[in-house]
Each structure stands twice: as C-alpha cells, then as structure tokens.
C-alpha cells in the first residue's frame, strides 16, 4: 500500500530546490533537488562524507545553505523572513546519537517541545507524551533518564520526542547506525510502523531491507549531488548508473537486505 | 589557665567574628552566583561587545589580588567621595572577586552540555532563550557542583582578608583576643579550628546536595 505511485494523494510535503552549502572551499552540496509527497518515505544513500547529514540539517535550516530554497507544503522556509522556529516545531528530526535531554526523564523529553514551543497545557503535553511512547512501546520507562536505557530505547523516544511535536514531515539522520546489530530491529520496526501509518519521512540510512521494505523513493547521492533516484524495484534490480550499482553491491553484502 | 579553659572563655567573641564571617561568604556567593551567571553566559553566547566586556571584567579581576581590590574598594573609594563601611566594602569585594571565578566555572560548565543536545532543541523549534533556559542552565547547574564547591571554600577561607580592611570578621576577632591576652598560639589555634569545622560542615552539606540533585549520565 505505502508503495502506491502517491497513493491517492499528490500533495507535495517537501521540496527541495537547487540547494548548495560548502564549508570554506568545501563543498559539501552541489545542486540538490528532490521532493517528498505526503504519506511516503524517501531513503537516502549514499558513502559517508557524501552531505547526506548535511542536507538534513539544511532541510531545516539547522545548517543554512549557501543557495537554493525549501519549501514545507506551500510555505519558503528558506525566506529569510520567516518564523523558522514555528517551521522546525513541524519537521521531526532523529539523530544517529538520538541527541537525548540527559537532564529530563523520557516523560520529560517528550513532553519539552510541547510545552515549551507548542504552549500546551502540561497535562495536555502529558497525555500525549504517554501516547507516543506507547506507540514505540516505551510507556514503562516514562521516569527512567536517557543513560539508563539501551540505545534501541533512546532512539525510539527521540522518535516518540518527534511524534509528539505532531510533526508533517520527520527527518532521520543515520538513526540505526550507532547501535548494536541486535537493537537495530526494535528501531526500525518502529520506522515501519511510523511509514505505514502515513507519516512522510526522509530517512538517510544504509538499511536496505528497511529501503525495500518501505521506501516510496530512493535517492543515491555522492559527492553531493544525487546521482541516481527512483522507486525502490528499479533501484535495486535495475540501476542506471555504473556508480550506483557499485554501491547497492557493496552495501547489499555488508548489510544484507536481500529481497527473499 | 589551661588550653580548654582559654578557648571555653574566647569562644563567644570569637563566634560573633564567626557570625560575620559566615554572612559575608554567603553575600560574596550570592553575589558571585548572581553576576557570574550573566558574565558566563555573555562570554558564551553574547555578542562581540558583550564577550568583550565580560572577558575584560573576568581578566581583570582574577589577574589582581583580592588584597589589592579590598584596599581600592575600602581606603582608594574615598578620596572620590564614596565611603564604604567595612562589612560593605569586603562584601563587595568578596562578591565581584568570586564572580570572576564563578563565571569560569559556569563558562566551563555551560561548555560542556553536549552541542547535540542544542540542535536537538533547535530542531524542535526551541529559541536561543528557550534552550539556555530549559537545558543549558539545569545542566550546568549540576556540572558546576565540583568545581563551586571549591570556590565557596576557597571564598570562605579567603573572607580572612577582610581582617585587612577592619572588617569585623574572625580572624579580626581573633588578633583583638591575642592583643589582649598574649595567647596568640592557642588563641589562633581555636580560629583555625573554627575554620576547619566550617569546611568540614560546608563539604559535607555540599556532597549531599550533589548526591540529591543527581541525574545518572549527568
């Protein structure tokens, strides 16, 4: 289902115009475009170094870009004249270190958006704390701090963190990567579960299965620009470009996610 | 009379230079905590001419003696008409000497709350206030305990400069008894031991409040 051509629904979430950044002489982004339609999962790929992080975080302006523009629905968030607090409330992001409040309990950095950003009333902000860390299976640890948890579980509540900010888009940066083989499953089941409720994601990973499973779009970038993207089937079975092919090789053998 | 017996008839003059003592360490924290906050955070996140301010007061501040500052504040002030008493002036002194230091300790504390954290609460459309006030500021709070701790030590034990200024705190109670009775040893023995109890009960009042405030990971 999630697999659909956009679905019913042709409505773009987000889009991605012509986006430069470098750092000194280093250019790290050299002309992205790319667009997100609502309900679907766009997964990027690509060797590290190559501005996929980067271009996450000039998604929302974390990290201004030299050049280009971003839109969230109709809204420019790359105009300069804009409530980019007000934007960033809307867009989710998950950090490959989960980027956890180690001073708050898992309650308490659910509920920190809510109240401080959104204004919402603490036992509005609690309901829905609870509701999202249920949703990723969480709701027995709401007193328990971030370093009493296993890295599976500081993932998911960065994710519930995002949920609950009732966010139109979630960015996900490498949030697999720093954990252990055997907690990456609890995480990316919950990534599963988030993509077929209809959320729109962009996901920087190197989990192919996850890929396969539900991406709608698969972007391969390198050295900052997109090389090749298309649907998933065509990206795995038939890649255009010689590069391509290289790495979904090798990333295919280290990671598995071959189709059974 | 025998060393027991000194102390025993010494102890209520000495403990109201005790009195004295304990009031201007507590001012000069108070007052360290309450500037050095400000300058800490200036030095961090304020802009060029409020960096430069704040790093010009800490400078010169901790690269003079508090001697030299206590006799500018108490026999300098009034040849330009300000007349300080010399609780005040010590008070004073005390406070902006210790804010100097303070303001590093919160500086160095306020620096290590992971940046990761910062951009978390940036993604979430948290502002700069925002995020000094509800991560920033709780975790330094807890960082800092170590390092504070010393200074309100160091702060307690240094109120002894105030003697210099007339102020009427123990050490001065201490010489006014010695001058008197010629005991100076035992009665400066009794000062020392006063001072050491003070400590003894600050770090242990210290070390439970750090147990208390806790977090794990923190």
Redesign the interface.
Known sequence: MAKDKHGLNEKVILKVENLYKSYGSLSVIKGISFQVYQGETTVIIGSSGTGKSTLL?CI?Q?TPPDKGRVWLEDIEITDPHIDI?????????V?Q?F?????LSVLDNVR??LT??KKVAKEEATLIAKEKLNLVGLADKLNA????LSGGQQQRV?IA?ALA?NPKLILFDEPTSALDPELIGEVLNVMIKLAESGMTMVVVSHEMGFARAVANDIIFMENGVIVEEGEPDMMFNFPQNPRTQEFLHKITELYGGKEE | MNFLELAWNILPKLLEGTLVTIELTIIAITMGVLLGIPVALGRVYGNKPVYIICTFFVEIIRGTPLLTQLFILYFGLPSVGIMLSPFVAAMLGMGINSAAYQAEYFRGAIQSV?K??L?????????QV?TIR??VL??MF?IVIPSWSNELIYLLKYSSMAYMIQAPEIMSQGRLIASRNFRTFEVFIVVALIYLILVLVISKMLDLMEKKVH????
């Open positions: 975080t929302n974390i607090n007000m934007i960033r409330s809307s867009i989710g992001m950090f270190h980027n956890l409040f180690t001073h920190l958006g401080v950003v701090y971030p370093a009493e960065s963190r900010m | 992971k990761e954290q951009i978390a609460a940036y993604s979430l459309g948290m502002k925002q509800h991560i709780p975790q807890r977090i794990p990971g923190l």
